[in-house]
């Protein structure tokens, strides 16, 4: 589904990526975990073709991302900035509308199809009751949710999302990653998701990948990626790793140096 081959970025004197290379197969959700300044959201934009690597390239579907045009790689790619909305003077039913964008021809649209499609993600996002508020009256998090549902009303084949959960409660965390998780198995979607809590990635996501100074230190399952001196390498604290004694998955609990 997405091939990453040999991505590397320089911006100046400074290389941001470096041989960044990867496939997600199509129905997964990876988890791109790391410490600040690793280089993950900086991957997410080159992915999603915000930015141009200096070498290799990113393929959907055996194509190159460069030989899709803005509408078309829109019908197959959704991206959510951990940014969010900005506080606009426009309602959450518009900002989410935007989404539909995509399958707009000139002087035409399928409006009962928009409309559709609009309902379905507040329904998902729990904002059917802030629909006709203004986005500028709204809390970071209740925008950020605004700006998934636009990702989903324009019903992608891949998210990628950049710290999702950003601004989010606990409840709206775990509520956001199940409108993921749900909309990857009613749809057959793949999902790449920027996480900073290891624990909600290693609950979501079906493989992680770990990043380190613009470099992929390890690519592999949750069980792999979630390891005691692995993480300590790259995060400088070790962990206690334990099972989670309903979901049977590697969790972290973090202790005093001294």
Known sequence: MIEVCDISLRIGQHEI???????????????????????????????????????GMV???????????????????????????APLPITVREAVAMGRYPYHRLFRSNVARDAEAIQRALMRTGLTGLADQ???????GERQRAA????????????LLDEPTTYLDIGYQIGILDVVR???????????????????????CDCLLLME???????????????????????????????????????ILLERSS
């Not at 997600?24 to 300044?37: F, Q, R, S």
């Not at 959907?60 to 959704?78: F, H, N, Q, T």
């Not at 198995?185 to 290891?198: I, P």
Request: aromatic fraction near 4%; charge should be neutral.
């Open 182 to 204: 749900e909309w990857r198995q009613e749809t057959g979607g793949t999902a790449v998701l920027v996480l900073h809590d290891l624990n909600l990635a290693a609950q979501y």
């Open 148 to 159: 998934i549902a636009c990702a989903l009303a324009q019903e992608p084949e891949v998210l």
């Open 59 to 85: 393929t959907v579907d055996g194509r190159e991302i460069s030989a899709y045009s803005p509408k078309m790689l829109a019908r197959k790619m959704a991206v959510v900035s951990q940014e969010g909305f």
């Open 17 to 55: 990526l470096h041989d960044i290379h990867f496939c997600v197969e199509k129905g997964k959700i990876l988890g791109i975990i790391g410490p600040n300044g690793s280089g993950k959201s900086t991957l997410i934009k080159v992915i999603s073709r915000l930015l141009v690597p200096s070498s």
């Open 213 to 251: 100074n613009g470099k992929i230190t390890q690519y592999g399952g949750v069980e792999e990626i979630i390891e005691a001196n692995l993480l300590a390498g790259v995060y400088g604290v070790k962990p206690l790793v334990i099972t989670h004694p309903n979901l049977h998955l590697p969790q």
């Open 134 to 140: 203004p986005l500028e009256k709204l809390s970071g």
